[in-house]
């Protein structure tokens, strides 16, 4: 099991661009599949990004195509999320998850359940002024 701890959140104004961090401990987590999910106030949680355990398949939300970017680091144990050309429609707290249970693809489908990750981290405040 690994265990996460996102960085990077914090105010911004709109246009603006943040990049978001996640590192992890515990074994064998290039064998995961990582997702960013975020939650807006009054809000249900939402799948944004996610990157298979290799990096080379990435899929995203079609609120944040083009815009943002997600990538990681096996050597290192992390994930980031490169946000750019932010809106205020972006503000939330952001997680990251992890999972062995599915594929990257099926991230978003499974992150509904959030008993059907194997991990999350505590999540990370992200506020876009306009």
């Known amino acids: 099991q690994v265990q996460l701890v996102e960085s990077g959140g914090g105010l911004v104004q709109a246009g603006a661009s943040l990049r978001l961090s996640c590192a992890a401990s515990?074994?064998?987590?290039?064998?995961?599949?990582m997702g960013w999910f975020r939650q807006a106030p009054g809000k249900e949680r939402e799948f944004v990004a996610a990157v298979s355990w290799s990096g080379g398949n990435r899929y995203y939300a079609d609120s944040v195509k083009g815009r943002f970017t997600i990538s990681r680091d096996n050597a290192k144990n992390t994930v980031s999320l490169q946000m750019n050309s932010l809106k205020p429609e972006d503000t939330g707290v952001y997680y990251c998850a992890a999972t062995r249970r599915g594929t990257a693809q099926a991230m978003g489908a499974l992150g509904r359940d959030m008993n059907a990750l194997d991990a999350w981290g505590q999540g990370t405040l992200v506020t876009v002024s306009s």
């Open positions: 515990g074994r064998a987590f290039s064998s995961y599949a």
